[in-house]
C-alpha cells in the first residue's frame, strides 16, 4: 500500500528555512544550518488543495485554496482564518501565490487572465483582470503550486506551465 504525504512547503529567503504544513501533522519549520526540524504548535492540519507563501515583511506564512485561507504568523505561531473580497480564488486546486514586494501583496493566479491580490493587513482580496492581448492558458487539473513566482530582475510574476516527463 503507498501513502503519500499532503504537504504546503514555503521557504524563507533569508536564512533559508523551510515552513511545512501537512493534512495530518502540525506545523514544523526546518533549519538548514543546525539540519533539525521544530515542531511549531499547530495542532490541526491544513487539509488538501492549498498552497502556501510567505509574506517577509510581516513575517507570516499565506496558505490558501481548497476552499479555505489561513495565515500563521511566523513571530509567534498563531493561526487566522478566512478572508473578504473576491475569494474566488480559495476554490482553486492548488493555486500559484507569489509574494510581490514592490506592491508588497500575495498574488494568486489560477490560470486565465485574472490575478488575485491580497493585502495581507486587511485580509481583503481584489480581483485584477489581465487588459493583455494573450490570455494565458487554463491552470493544470493537477494546480499551479509553485510555478507562480515573483522575478525580482524583472519586477514580473510569471506562470510557466511547460511540463516535462522523464523517462529511465
Not at 498552497?51 to 506564512?61: E, G, T, Y
Not at 498563531?78 to 507569489?98: C, D, Q, V, W
Not at 495581507?120 to 493583455?132: A, C, E, I, L, N
Amino acid at each position: 500500500m503507498r501513502s503519500r504525504l499532503w504537504a504546503v512547503p514555503a521557504l524563507r529567503r533569508t536564512g533559508g528555512h523551510v515552513f511545512l504544513a501537512n493534512v495530518a501533522a502540525p506545523f514544523f519549520e526546518y533549519d538548514p544550518v543546525k539540519n533539525t526540524w521544530q515542531r511549531r504548535g499547530f495542532e490541526q492540519g491544513v487539509g488538501h488543495d492549498k498552497n502556501a507563501v510567505i509574506d517577509p515583511k510581516r513575517r507570516k506564512l499565506v496558505v490558501g485554496g481548497g476552499g479555505e485561507i489561513f495565515v500563521y504568523d511566523l513571530r509567534n505561531f498563531s493561526r487566522k482564518s478566512g478572508a473578504t473580497g473576491e475569494t474566488s480564488i480559495h476554490s482553486a486546486r492548488y493555486p500559484g501565490l507569489a509574494y510581490d514586494p514592490v506592491s508588497d501583496r500575495i498574488i494568486a493566479w489560477n490560470g486565465g487572465a485574472d490575478v488575485y491580490v491580497l493585502d495581507v493587513d486587511t485580509m481583503v482580496w481584489t480581483k485584477r483582470v489581465s487588459s493583455g492581448r494573450v490570455v494565458p492558458t487554463a491552470a493544470t487539473p493537477n494546480g499551479t503550486f509553485g510555478r507562480w513566482q515573483y522575478i525580482p530582475s524583472k519586477n514580473a510574476l510569471t506562470a510557466s506551465m511547460r511540463v516535462s516527463t522523464f523517462t529511465g
